[in-house]
């Protein structure tokens, strides 16, 4: 079964999402809509029905050239001493949809927005993802993101450009 990934709405549920980690289900429940009225991010729903089973949430962001790998930081001009970038902050799938691959299906889709409005809208060369422990690094290793010194994990923007072109 496919569910629609939507911006978040108002008539969305909301206080049932439940992943299991604190941080992700107070932010969706508690602050989200507040980031949405101050532009802080775009926020991203799945949804069963008006229910939310899974998202993510996409803002703009900048890394040090020196954090990127050697191979990236050649190809970009010496004159940017901080690159712009796409921060994909928060990723969740309610607990009770786990298991059906519903965090690989929003994450391709984040690519996807990230990529289009990179291509489209506004300047960005790569995806960045701050792990929030090491099962989620671990998610993000799966599908080729290099983890920086930071702790941050990096994908360039070409490399999810391959996917869509």
Do not use: W
Not at 28 to 49: E, G, N
Not at 55 to 79: F, I, N, W
């Amino acid at each position: 079964m496919s569910y629609p990934i939507l911006p978040l709405q108002s008539g969305f549920n909301k206080k049932d999402f439940c992943c299991g980690k604190d941080m992700l289900d107070n932010y969706i429940q508690k602050q989200a809509s507040q980031d949405l009225k101050r532009r802080l991010s775009a926020i991203f729903a799945m949804v069963d029905d008006s229910r939310v089973i899974g998202y993510y949430t996409l803002s703009s962001t900048s890394v040090s050239r020196e954090l990127v790998p050697e191979d990236v930081q050649k190809k970009m001009p010496p004159s940017y001493h901080d690159l712009p970038a796409t921060l994909l902050g928060r990723l969740a799938v309610d607990q009770n949809y786990k298991g059906q691959r519903l965090g690989e299906y929003l994450l391709m889709d984040a690519l996807k927005v990230a990529f289009d409005a990179s291509e489209k809208h506004i300047g960005s060369m790569a995806l960045i993802v701050d792990p929030l422990d090491e099962d989620a690094e671990a998610f993000y290793t799966k599908y080729d993101f290099i983890k920086l010194d930071s702790g941050k994990m990096f994908l360039p923007m070409q490399t999810i450009a391959a996917l869509f072109k």
